[in-house]
């Protein structure tokens, strides 16, 4: 009986061992399984599911290559980072987050290190948050300011180090360390090229002059005065006086008026026929 149960049992614990020591196929390093890795995990799939893929290599394998192909390890880190991660907050912006990110980059840590930690919001996210709220936006501002006069009091360290030896190098690193001190901090670091100040705009006041009708107390005269707007206070300032005159009757007015038509149109008659050279109703 208990060498029947060894029997039994060896024959299980065969089988059992023959499938947990069923060995994966070793995938071999090819730019389109690289390529199609990248892929997936910067459209958000995590490596376990990746991994999961008969046809993809095993996270021990992705590790291999990252050291022996540093294109590939860059590339992978890349596309990690890139990766859209859900919130930690579950809520979207987390403030806590963001000011620790803010705290880690300002003490010296690049941005994409921070978003390499698996604790961290990817770089998408962060620079979603930027643009979403504008507060966190200009702490990020600030903090990569703060990283650009790190970077800057780095390369006054390096300088001062420099040896014949290593000038060259130190000459190639000052250079790269310019260049992205400019980028993190554009507003203090960057080289600011002077330009004239804007020209003001160009103004027009128009200042409308308007009359009005002034009665003399006790005659009843009338006369036009005119008013025009001070420059500065727009004020209306009286600026021109007409004579005093009679008031109008506007009947006679009127009737003055028809008089005068008639009396021009009769003139003109007169001067037609006279050019005609004929005079039939004895005008002259």
Same mark, same amino acid.
């Given at each position: 009986m208990a060498s029947d149960d060894a029997a039994a049992?060896?024959?299980?614990?065969? #089988?059992?061992?023959?499938?947990? =020591? *069923?060995?994966?196929?070793? !995938?071999?390093?090819? %730019?389109?399984? &690289?390529? #199609?890795?990248?892929?997936?995990? =910067? *459209?958000?799939?995590?490596? !376990?599911?990746?991994? %999961?893929?008969? &046809?993809?290599?095993?996270?021990?394998?992705?590790?291999?290559w990252a050291r022996a192909h540093p294109q590939f390890g860059r590339i992978f880190d890349r596309a990690k980072a890139m990766a859209p991660r859900k919130a930690l907050s579950g809520q979207g912006f987390c403030a806590a987050t963001a000011e620790e990110v803010v705290a880690r980059v300002s003490q010296?840590?690049?941005l994409s290190a921070v978003c390499a930690?698996?604790?961290?919001?990817?770089?998408?996210?962060?620079?979603?948050?930027?643009?979403?709220?504008p507060e966190f936006g200009e702490e990020m501002r600030l903090a990569r300011e703060a990283l650009a006069e790190r970077f800057s009091d780095l390369g006054w360290t390096m300088a001062l180090e420099a040896t014949p030896q290593t000038a060259f190098l130190t000459q190639v690193r000052l250079k790269q360390l310019r260049w992205t001190a400019a980028v993190l901090g554009p507003r203090t670091h960057a080289r600011l090229k002077a330009v004239a100040p804007p020209e003001p705009?160009?103004?027009?006041?128009?200042?409308?002059?308007?009359?009005?009708?002034?009665?003399?107390?006790?005659?009843?005269?009338?006369?036009?005065?005119?008013?025009?707007?001070?420059?500065?206070?727009?004020?209306?300032?009286?600026?021109?006086?007409?004579?005093?005159?009679?008031?109008?009757?506007?009947?006679?007015?009127?009737?003055?008026?028809?008089?005068?038509?008639?009396?021009?149109?009769?003139?003109?008659?007169?001067?037609?026929?006279?050019?005609?050279g004929d005079d039939p109703e004895g005008w002259r």
């Open positions: 049992l060896a024959d299980g614990g065969g #089988e059992a061992g023959a499938v947990a =020591a *069923a060995p994966r196929g070793y !995938v071999r390093f090819s %730019a389109t399984v &690289a390529r #199609e890795v990248c892929r997936r995990v =910067a *459209a958000g799939e995590s490596q !376990v599911s990746v991994c %999961a893929d008969a &046809a993809m290599p095993s996270r021990a394998t992705l590790k291999r010296g840590e690049m930690d698996p604790a961290m919001p990817s770089l998408r996210t962060i620079m979603r948050w930027r643009s979403d709220h705009p160009e103004t027009h006041t128009v200042l409308l002059r308007h009359f009005r009708i002034e009665e003399e107390p006790g005659t009843g005269r009338q006369r036009v005065v005119g008013f025009t707007p001070d420059p500065d206070s727009m004020e209306p300032v009286r600026t021109s006086e007409g004579p005093w005159k009679d008031p109008v009757d506007p009947v006679a007015k009127a009737a003055g008026v028809q008089a005068l038509i008639e009396a021009r149109a009769v003139a003109r008659r007169v001067s037609a026929r006279e050019a005609a």
